[in-house]
């Protein structure tokens, strides 16, 4: 079965939303290719990136166009689906346009 691809911008600036994900939608998984992805400087990485200023809007909307990019070619699909919240939502829609 050939599944779309789910790609959830997750964390932010700082925090990571990874665990709530893989907890909460797991059904999703039934019915998409789930991507998790764990943005620059968050989660456990946050304490030790350096330096601070890499961490930007321009930087977060190129990482989910390049990691959308590479998804749409490995799993061959021309549309990639965005998830976020709050502060994913708004590199999401830079990325979208």
Known sequence: MNKPVLLFLSGGPGASEAAR????NSELEKHFVVVIWEQRGCGKA???????????????VSDVIELSEILRQ????????LVGRS????????AAQ
């Open 74 to 81: 490995r799993f061959d699909e021309q549309k990639i689906y």
């Open 87 to 94: 502060w994913e939502t708004i590199i999401g829609v830079l």
């Open 46 to 60: 946050y304490p030790s990136y350096n330096p601070k200023t890499d961490l930007t809007i321009e930087q977060y």
């Open 21 to 24: 994900v893989l907890r909460f």
